[in-house]
Structures are given as C-alpha cells and as structure tokens.
C-alpha cells in the first residue's frame, strides 16, 4: 500500500499470468527466459486482453542498441539495462505511476453462451443473470479466462491474491459450492466441473 495505491506482485510465465488481473499492470520481462523468449512473452502479452492497459518494461542487462531496438518493436513500452530486484521493480512503478497509469477499457468475456463484463462485475448465461457475490464473481471470471484447465484450490487461492493464509484453503470450497448455486440457476451448472483429487475446471461451452 502507498499513498492509498496497492500494489501487488505476481508471477508472469509464457502463458500469460495466473492471477486476475486488476487495475493497470507492469509487467516486467526478462530478455531471457527458460521457456520462451521474452520477446515472444512481450508479443503474446501485447496480444492478451487481460492486459491492454499494461506497461511493459523489458529487462535486458548490457543491453546493445539492437537488443533496445528489437525489445520496443515486440511492444515494450521501455527497458531496464540492469537486472532489477523487488524492490528497484516498486521503486520504478512508484516513480512513474501518475504517468504511465492507462485507465483499463471496458471488457466483456465471451465463452460460448456465458457472458462476463468485467468492469460491471456481473455474469449471464443465455441472458440469464448469473446471482453471485465478489468473491464467486472473481472465481467465475478467473476459470473463465482459462478454460479447460484444472486448477486446484491452492491455485485458486492465489489466483485470487490471497495466498500465504491456510483458512481460505477451506473458504474455496464454500465459493465454489456458491458459484455451482448461481451457475445452476441461470441453468448452467454443467460449465463447472470437479475433478477429484485435482481441483476444478470451467468446461468450455
């Protein structure tokens, strides 16, 4: 928290984040990666949509002039020419934070016929209100993103930014029992789906 900002940090891999992504991201890429390219994270990146409003910074230690070049045509908005820790990170986002912050635009996820408007924090399916709290919404919303693939509640936990504190670990399964309510409804139960000894996975319609 700063000056009333909260700002977190999340893991960034070559499928693009494993965490909602909410207010105005910076993501910072390392010129080397051990799956990718950071170039080609950039361009996958520039090309989500969970992060059009995002700045990208790239990190490229000694960096030549081509490198700079290369890293600003992927679509980095900058570079870093040294490796950067926590903390230099925060000391760059809170240096430049009234000027970079982009507002996030209006963004409605389609899965078949489930509809999310992200910014309305509301959810239909066939044009039936899905009835759901924030933290139900947030969950919904999450698998949505990334359909077809099993998350556990760990994953889920921290997806939601609430890692590091046991009890949640109990309170997904109350979310999940919520979210199965409202799913079901607005008859579309079907979409999520347990699978045992693994976790959870919104089916795609």
Known sequence: MHDGNEFAFGLLTCDGP???VEGTPW???????????????????????RLLSAHITMVIPAATDEEKRRALAAGA??????????????????ARHGDYARPAP??????????INVAGESARWQDRVIA??????????????N??????RADLIAALGKA????????????IKRLRAGLRAAGADHLLRTVHGKGYVLDRP
Not at 106 to 115: N, S, Y
Not at 132 to 142: G, I, K, T
Not at 167 to 174: A, G, S
Request: negative net charge; aromatic residues 10%.
């Open 132 to 145: 759901l709290r924030p933290n139900e919404f947030r969950v919904l919303r999450f698998l949505a993103e």
């Open 77 to 94: 908005d900058d570079y870093a020419t040294a490796a950067l820790g926590r903390q230099a990170m925060l000391d760059r986002v809170l």
């Open 147 to 152: 359909p077809d693939r099993i998350f556990s």
């Open 27 to 49: 993501a910072f890429v390392d010129w080397t990666m051990a799956e990718c390219s950071g170039l080609e994270l950039v361009r996958r990146l520039r090309g989500d949509p």
């Open 164 to 175: 590091g504190d046991p009890d949640y670990l109990r309170t997904v399964d109350v979310w």
């Open 18 to 20: 494993r965490q909602l």
């Open 106 to 115: 209006d963004r409605v996820l389609e899965l078949g016929a489930l509809t």
